[in-house]
């Protein structure tokens, strides 16, 4: 067991690891992950589930299987991954139960295409839940326009979601908001709601991406003075809204019915800026009751060098403030920012999953003239 993350997650950090895969699964190293290294969750993404099949042969026979069935792209790649989600699901199914429900969850995907279609995402959703057959999985919607009412909709339907590509504050509001208004209606619709669970997913390091690009264009000292300070304000002003959130009378209500608050999760958190220290949005980000996914290299990177400094996060909202504010002034629109990266996000996202749908296809005809 590694010091260093023991003290970030006693800190109040549940550690997830962002990335599935057949051969994580098989090999043991998802079990030694959850072992030795604290890790108490997983995400996916399309990204993740289109390199992990191109990567490996693990899926090798489960393919010639589906192959030799004859099924269409999209239900050999529904297939694949409810696999694994349910085997990944079945493996923190102790944690799950250890934590009563706030960890040991594994998070599977809506198709990215669907992002600006409410019912045909809420009817995906339910098709998800359905197939991977397990109360530790969450569903993940996108915090598009489209997805808010998606998400209180599926809430009220008795399943857990993981609010993803969130970049804004505003939207942030939004998306816990809808997640209000689902767990109200789903205690009128009679679910029990002490087995309901969400994540809002906040991403962080790609909010430095974009506006240190635009901080170097200006190149001024104001600029420079900046550089890297974004993503975290911007994180740390969406728990200070978290905080404020689940202190009303309305959040006490359902409290008292036995919901589960729906956490801050940070996500992107793999440094992209070499300048960068590589365990900066860890140790930043530091606070109780959130979450940190995070691709192995930073786990490992946490394990071997980063610091547990006390909570990073509450005390600091009116510098945080100030940075926004700083941006403004030189002209970066926190709006544009925001919009650029979501659109951005959507768009990385509907790629991958065009290219997951290339590998599967590929992989079927090659497995059918065996």
Not at 157 to 174: M, W
Not at 223 to 228: E, N, T, V
Not at 261 to 277: E, I, M, N, V
């Amino acid at each position: 067991m590694n010091d260093r993350l023991k003290a970030l997650a006693d800190a109040g950090v549940s550690i997830w690891l962002d990335d599935l895969s057949r051969q994580r699964l098989t090999s043991g190293s998802l079990a030694a992950l959850i072992q030795e290294k604290y890790v108490v969750g997983v995400t996916t993404n399309p990204t993740i589930f289109a390199k992990a099949i191109s990567d490996a042969d693990a899926y090798a026979e489960q393919v010639g299987r589906l192959a030799a069935e004859g099924v269409s792209t999209d239900l050999a790649i529904r297939a694949i991954t409810t696999d694994d989600v349910r085997e990944a699901a079945d493996l923190f199914k102790p944690v799950y139960d250890d934590t009563e429900g706030v960890d040991g969850r594994v998070s599977i995907e809506v198709e990215p295409g669907l992002a600006h279609d409410t019912a045909r995402t809420i009817e995906q959703a339910k098709e998800l839940w359905d197939a991977v057959g397990r109360e530790n999985v969450f569903v993940k919607i996108p915090a598009t326009k489209a997805g808010l009412p998606a998400i209180t909709e599926t809430l009220a339907a008795g399943i857990s979601v993981n609010v993803t590509l969130i970049f804004s504050l505003e939207r942030y509001k939004a998306v816990a908001a809808a997640f209000l208004t689902g767990l109200e209606k789903a205690v009128e619709n009679g679910h029990d709601v002490t087995k309901l669970a969400s994540v809002a997913s906040f991403f962080v390091s790609r909010v430095d991406s974009e506006v240190d690009k635009r901080l170097d264009a200006i190149g001024t000292d104001a600029a420079k003075a900046l550089r890297g300070k974004a993503a975290i304000a911007n994180a740390r002003l969406a728990f200070e809204a978290y905080e404020e959130i689940f202190a009303t009378d309305r959040w006490r209500e359902l409290e008292t019915a036995g919901a589960k608050p729906q956490r801050p999760l940070w996500a992107s958190t793999g440094a992209k800026d070499p300048a960068y220290k590589d365990t900066l949005y860890v140790e930043d980000l530091v606070t109780a009751n959130v979450v940190n996914t995070m691709p192995q290299a930073t786990i490992d990177a946490f394990a071997d060098h980063g610091e547990v400094r006390g909570d990073t996060v509450r005390g600091s909202y009116d510098e945080d403030r100030q940075v926004i504010a700083g941006l403004e002034a030189l002209g970066i629109s926190y709006d544009e920012v925001v919009q650029v990266l979501e659109d951005e996000g959507v768009s990385k996202f509907e790629a991958s999953w065009s290219e997951l749908q290339d590998t599967v296809s590929a992989a079927l005809k090659k497995a059918g003239k065996k």
